[in-house]
């Protein structure tokens, strides 16, 4: 790594130090007494002064740790820890001196020169740190003009936090060749301002005049918490003029992270349908993880991973991966091992429908939260593998259930889906069986047990937008089965984000569901696919209809009709009141007739007895699945 052109050893700052302290003890006599007779003669106390600041100053200095800093880069956090050291210093000086008075080894000293001392101390001590970070950028701008003029000019979108943090490394950074030329931003406090020398030069509405008066290269998006709508702005206004476009990741991907410019990364599909970032009560659920031993079946699926990174940033005593794919399993070891390296992070290979395994990593483990996500979840594999939908699903649930009790867990997260919601498929109905026995098993135990349904989320495997993008990527056609088909999405950060605060607030029993947001057209998500990819929908790439198939629903509902809602605690949470259909013994012979008839293999009875079992259900109505389109 490159180093500062300009460098200063802290012993060097130690001997700076010792000339400003007796240099601003005769400063303060000097500005109390004038030059004169009057000076001369308060010389004993003087130099008595100097003695005592000599020892004291250097050692408390020491143990704020002025000694230890890489002053190069110094920021305000260096300046506030130079006033408190300053000033603890110049009480102490000024403790000792009052003893030396009240002693009578002082008279007539002048109090008035102990706050004056306090004052030239905080500016020599801070001007001479300052001055080194002064210093060693007036050696990189020399460096840096002769790479600005040829290098890529940027115009920031977002002068923020984020923002100038951005541009601050890019200045910093001579051999990333980046030359930050101009902000823009919709605060109206900020307008004309500079922020590191880059002027704010208008708002979003001006990005198109504000590029071209600064002929800039490319534009940078440095807003955590844009919205999509705002991402789409820019986006179509850099397509226009074939600029490139770059973002800082939302504020869930940004979560245990810091902001910089290696977080820069291309435009994606989860930009552009990105919400308003949701609050979450870090008390609550701080309670409820932290310290605690936490197991995450699914571990090294999309969601189950992502639960585990979110997790692991509230410190859980130990962290237990539970999956049957070692491939997954061990990727997600070693990235959490890396981000977190205090974090005792127990990986499990393991079915969850292998019930005696399960039982004795419970027994094993002993966690007291545990977060369910182990599930088939493509709709049209699991309609042609019926079987291996109702074991992992409705089976695979039960025993973790049945593990969760026997071990006393206190709490279990059930992560469901909006397709569990009047089934077309046998996907959704084993899903809403799954939830049946987690709900089940809260109200006969009192603990709390809860399932939190939510919609799609973007860029898990096997989902839309990785298949639209290999359709893509091979010429096309994209495939979508209805102009009008819609669905919900969200980011898998932002969907496991609000399922730990859902998690926190469960008592037992209930069903929670996420706001989802407005529906989303397909067709609109297949076309920004294509338009990010730096094509034209039905010019570069077809867009193939393939026709709705018979028992599939245009959109989707988080809720069934005429069920009641209440609010929570949270805005974008809420909790579904909806009375268990099935429960105790009937739900048990229910689950295992299921089981017994997929083992059996007798897939028309298992889609009977599902149908039978779960209200306003349309699984018979399903045709075999056509693989030729995807949703």
Not at 445 to 469: D, E, H, T
Request: hydrophobic residues 45%.
């Amino acid at each position: 790594m490159k180093r500062p052109l300009f460098q200063v050893r802290n012993r060097a700052i130690l001997m700076g130090d010792l000339f400003l302290i007796a240099t601003s003890v005769l400063a303060s006599f000097a500005l109390r007494l004038d030059l004169g007779p009057d000076f001369i003669s308060f010389t004993p106390q003087a130099l008595a002064m100097i003695g005592v600041a000599l020892v004291v100053k250097p050692l408390v200095y020491y143990g704020y740790g002025l000694y230890r800093r890489y002053w190069v880069y110094a920021s305000t956090r260096e300046l506030l820890l130079i006033t408190v050291a300053t000033g603890t210093a110049s009480v102490a000086v000024a403790l000792l001196l009052m003893v030396l008075i009240l002693a009578g080894r002082l008279p007539n000293f002048p109090r008035s020169v102990l706050g004056i001392d306090w004052l030239l101390s905080l500016l020599s001590v801070g001007g001479l740190r300052m001055s080194v970070r002064l210093l060693a950028e007036s050696g990189q701008i020399s460096q840096k003009l002769g790479g600005f003029a040829a290098g890529r000019r940027v115009v920031v979108v977002g002068a923020g936090d984020a923002g100038a943090l951005v541009v601050r490394e890019m200045q910093r950074n001579p051999q990333l060749n980046i030359l930050p030329v101009a902000f823009v931003d919709d605060d109206p406090e900020k307008q004309r301002k500079e922020i590191h020398g880059v002027r704010v030069d208008g708002a979003l509405k001006d990005l198109a005049s504000v590029v071209e008066r600064h002929r800039a290269h490319q534009v940078v998006i440095a807003i955590p918490a844009a919205e999509g709508a705002v991402v789409r702005q820019v986006t179509q206004v850099c397509r226009q003029r074939n600029l490139p476009f770059r973002t800082m990741p939302g504020v869930y991907e940004l979560l245990g992270g810091k902001v910089s410019v290696n977080r820069l990364r291309e435009v994606e599909i989860s930009d552009l349908l990105r919400r308003s970032p949701a609050a979450i009560d870090d008390e609550i659920v701080g309670q409820t993880l932290t310290g605690k031993r936490v197991l995450v079946t699914g571990a090294g699926g999309s969601i189950g991973f992502e639960l585990c990174r979110q997790v692991a940033r509230w410190r859980p005593a130990q962290l237990g991966l539970l999956g049957h794919g070692e491939n997954s399993i061990i990727e997600a070891l070693l990235e959490l091992s890396d981000a977190f390296p205090g974090l005792p992070v127990i990986p499990v290979i393991g079915d969850v429908r292998d019930v005696d395994r399960i039982r004795a990593v419970f027994d094993d483990f002993r966690p007291q939260v545990v977060f369910h996500a182990a599930a088939h979840k493509h709709v049209p594999l699991m309609e042609i593998n019926v079987e291996e939908a109702v074991t992992n699903n409705v089976l695979g649930t039960h025993n973790v259930t049945r593990a969760a009790l026997a071990c006393a867990t206190e709490r279990l997260v059930l992560v469901s889906t909006d397709k569990a919601v009047q089934p077309t498929s046998v996907y959704g109905a084993t899903k809403r069986v799954g939830e049946w026995i987690v709900r089940d098993a809260a109200f006969r135990s009192g603990r709390a047990y809860v399932a939190v349904r939510f919609g799609n989320v973007l860029g898990s495997r096997g989902s839309i937008v990785p298949m639209f993008k290999r359709q893509i990527a091979r010429g096309g056609p994209v495939t979508v089965t209805h102009p009008e088909m819609k669905r919900f999405f969200m980011t898998i950060p932002e969907a496991v984000h609000l399922v730990l605060q859902a998690a926190s607030m469960g008592v037992g029993g209930e069903l929670f569901v996420l706001r989802m947001g407005e529906q989303v057209r397909i067709l609109d998500l297949a076309e920004d696919l294509i338009r990010l990819s730096g094509l034209e929908p039905g010019k570069d790439i077809e867009i193939r209809f393939t026709g709705i198939r018979p028992g599939e629903k245009l959109s989707e509902a988080l809720w069934d009709e005429g069920m009641s809602l209440e609010p929570t605690e949270h805005p974008d949470i809420l909790r579904v009141q909806e009375d268990l259909l099935l429960e105790g013994e009937p739900l048990e012979t229910t689950v295992d007739e299921l089981v017994r008839l997929a083992r059996e293999g007798d897939v028309r009875a298992i889609v009977g007895l599902l149908s039978d079992r779960i209200p306003a259900s349309l699984i018979r109505q399903t045709p075999p699945p056509d693989f030729t389109s995807v949703i």
